[in-house]
């Protein structure tokens, strides 16, 4: 993954504002890259670590408001977005805002302009960067939530959790997105199979029966069952170590065939994404019948 001190992406349809732009911000020692599209703009991200994010919102395709809504809701990045537009409509100002947005710049661009907004905003992440540092001395930290049946009905989990996490500790983009899935995985297996007892046949039928299925489920003590995860940092191994546990009779964990060279194997309804995990993860353990899983996730920086 590359990195450099005040690297900015410029994400335009017009190449030739692009190039402007460029030339204009590399006279100030900035190093820019270009992508003409969101679609360019999310892999560039992806592979790169960037200080500053600059789009247009109009776009063919995707606009920079989805483009925001990626990088600050979905990927959870607190990189600062500047959003360039010809004229700013109230309607898209307040979905900017809503959306996280750090500054607004008219076209056309002046250069003083956007060189005083860059310099504040990065100012600004210098500043929140320093305060959310978490101390060199602390090497390890624990995390202990419980949830509900209607808590995983009603909220994105794994998006509460890495949040949380990332508020203390670096997560590159990759390992992040593999968490992700991870604990989409586990968490949703502890609720679907071990709280809530959907069995396979239910969740082969309409979407109509399914819900009907968990509404009756919650009408009994299942709705008061929890699920429990803990998770442990240690910093001298850079080691993130999850454990997910329900309250359920657990599963047979011979299903999960640790010798399964297909792990994806899509003919298969059961245990493709506890496979996953696995995959995913640098190690899977499964205790108390499979009631309980432990994974381990190692923070690379490749």
């Given amino acids: 993954m ?5 690297r900015i992406l410029l994400v335009d349809d017009d190449i030739e504002l692009l190039n402007s732009l460029k030339n204009i911000l590399s006279v100030y020692k900035f190093e820019v890259d270009l992508a003409s599209s969101v679609n360019i703009a999310l892999n560039k991200i992806t592979e790169n670590n960037y200080n500053l994010v600059i789009s247009d919102i109009e776009m063919p395709k995707k606009s920079g408001l989805e483009l925001l809504d990626q990088l600050k809701r979905i990927m959870l990045l607190d990189i600062p977005v500047i959003l360039m537009t010809g004229h ?8 900017a805002i809503a959306l996280g947005v750090d500054d607004f710049i008219k076209k056309p661009i002046e250069s003083n302009t956007i060189l ?6 990065l100012i600004k992440s210098k500043i929140k960067e320093k305060k959310d540092k978490i101390d060199p001395n602390i090497n390890a930290i624990s995390w202990s939530f419980e949830f509900s049946p209607y808590d995983f009905l009603n909220q994105n989990i794994p998006d509460h959790i890495l949040y949380l996490i990332k508020k203390s500790i670096y997560l590159p983009i990759k390992c992040i997105n593999e968490l992700s899935v991870c604990l989409e995985e586990t968490i ?22 399914y819900r009907s299925f968990i509404n009756a489920q919650m009408k009994t003590d299942i709705a008061n069952k929890k699920v429990f995860v803990n998770i442990d940092y240690c910093g001298t191994k850079k080691t993130l170590t999850f454990s997910v546990k329900d309250q359920g009779t657990g599963f047979n964990t011979q299903t999960i065939d640790a010798n399964n060279t297909l792990m994806l194997d899509f ?3 059961t245990g493709r994404g506890l496979n996953l995990v696995r995959i995913l993860s640098n190690k899977i353990t499964f205790l108390e019948n499979g009631s309980r899983i432990i994974f381990e996730k190692k923070i690379n920086e490749n």
């Fill in 2 to 6: 590359s990195t450099a001190a005040n």
């Fill in 88 to 95: 700013l409509e109230i309607d898209y100002a307040i979905e």
């Fill in 116 to 121: 005083k907004s860059i310099n504040n905003l």
């Fill in 188 to 209: 949703t297996n502890a609720f679907i199979h071990g709280t809530l007892m959907i069995p396979d046949s239910i969740r082969q039928q309409s979407h109509g029966d």
């Fill in 267 to 269: 003919s298969y309804s």
